[in-house]
């Protein structure tokens, strides 16, 4: 037991062997560059070929990230088309050490066990273990709180679900919240889960529909992200190439498949071998089907950008029914953050103001199961931090989306 103990530190911290050390190493030789201003196009076209990671998702951004294979072609294409870029960071690895040293000591410590769950959790981003202890203490000291499995991830965790029943007298009608799927976006679960406490505790405010929430909907990117490459964004399906792990779970459903996806292994946006042929996606369709007729309302929360988006995702032309009510709605949402917080989100288009992309919860839900009002939301930041978004930011974002969510039910029940 000790040595195994030893083997781990020394693997995860050590370089006193002169051994790279396993933590960032993912990320060694990994860039981050921003493009010139007419980068988007051919940003997105190298993203569809494993050679780019576009991180900013607005049509203002051009942060990318370059994997160390990829430098080169990413180089040679960028000069061809003649887009400028800027290398903001030489080395990722290096950088995110440099960062968690800088950090170290001014970091409380999680402290999270099953009989103290959930004390510390808005200080700090959990482990999904601890997540795990969260929901059933949560659920245990709860009469209208469940929580079910919905079935395995590929690495074998499960995927919670939890369904707060109505007590209210406007009972009738339900909303599906989803977080986690994207690994790398890690306020997005952080956020959930505070939804899920205000939400239990909530005096009627909110509307009384029924609630269900999948705080982690891709527990093993989530595990790997946390351990081993803070930047993995897919799940950890096995590939040919063991460098291209995993499928982009938000490209995997089955509307429109494959537009604003790749077929290629090694890309940030793989949509996998078929539409659904992932456990992960399996399950919450599965789940969601059975609870349709009640859904009035799919949330799918993502970072970063601070963009409320509506439907289509697959679609720059063709407009989803119920637009304007979405984007009402959603001014409601947006209106009501600023006026707590003055934080600015802004409602947008998916296919029109950001890019192309379908495969995705959003479009899938407001498509075959006819919900009406299906929004995916990145949260905080616009891009300073990014991914990178430091946990000082979970309770003021939980905050203000608990008081965006709280006024648009208010709206649609
Ligand atoms: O690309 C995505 O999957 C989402 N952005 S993220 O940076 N979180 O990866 C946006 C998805 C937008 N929704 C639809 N296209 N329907
Ligand atoms: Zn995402």
């Keep these: ?20 050390p396993i933590r960032h190493r993912a990320l060694r030789g990994h860039q981050i560059w921003q493009l010139s201003g007419d980068g988007g196009a051919v940003s997105f076209e190298l993203m569809q070929k494993g050679l780019m990671d576009v991180l900013g998702h607005s049509r203002t951004s051009r942060k990318v990230r370059v994997p160390s294979r ?33 950090a170290r000591g001014s970091v409380e410590r999680e402290s999270c066990f099953p009989n103290s769950c959930p004390r510390p959790f808005g200080n700090s981003y959990m482990t999904f273990k601890q997540i795990e202890w969260f929901l059933q203490n949560l659920c245990e000291n709860s009469t209208r709180a469940s929580l079910t499995s919905l079935g395995k991830s590929t690495e074998n965790r499960d995927i919670w679900m939890v369904h707060l029943r109505s007590e209210g007298p406007k009972a009738g009608g339900a909303i ?22 205000n939400l239990l505790q909530d005096d009627g405010t909110a509307g009384h529909p029924d609630v269900y929430v999948v705080p982690m909907a891709n527990p093993d990117g989530y595990e790997y992200s946390r351990t081993l490459d803070r930047f993995w964004r897919k799940n950890r399906r096995r590939a040919s190439n063991p460098e291209c792990m995993g499928v982009d779970l938000n490209r995997n459903w089955g509307f429109h498949y494959g537009v604003g996806a ?58 989803a029914p119920d637009t304007d009510d979405l984007i009402k709605a959603g001014n409601v949402f947006v209106e009501a953050i600023k006026n707590l917080s003055n934080t ?70």
């Design 1 to 20: 037991m000790l040595i195994v103990a030893l083997v781990m530190m020394a693997m995860l911290t050590s370089t006193a062997s002169g051994m790279e």
């Design 70 to 102: 990829a430098l080169e072609e990413a180089r040679r294409i960028l000069q061809e088309r003649g887009v400028a870029h800027e290398v903001l960071v030489e080395d990722l690895a290096t950088f995110l050490e440099e960062k968690e040293r800088l």
């Design 176 to 197: 599906w919240v989803e977080a986690g799927i994207h690994a790398r976006e890690w306020i997005s679960s952080a956020v959930a889960l505070h939804l899920l406490k």
């Design 262 to 319: 790749s077929d290629f292994e090694c890309s940030e946006v793989f949509k996998g071998a078929a539409a659904f042929s992932e456990p992960e996606t399996k399950a919450l369709r599965d789940a969601m089907k059975k609870v349709k007729d009640n859904l009035k309302m799919v949330l799918s929360l993502h970072s970063y950008g601070q963009q409320l988006l509506y439907p289509w995702g697959y679609s720059e032309e063709e407009t």
């Design 344 to 413: 600015s989100y802004a409602v947008a288009n998916v296919a029109r103001d950001l890019y192309k992309a379908s495969g995705t919860t959003e479009d899938w839900a407001k498509s075959v199961l006819g919900v009406k009002y299906t929004y995916t939301l990145e949260l905080r930041d616009e891009g300073e931090n990014g991914f990178l978004l430091d946990p000082s930011h979970i309770l003021p974002c939980s905050e203000e989306v608990w008081e965006g969510l709280k006024v648009l039910l208010q709206r649609i029940f």
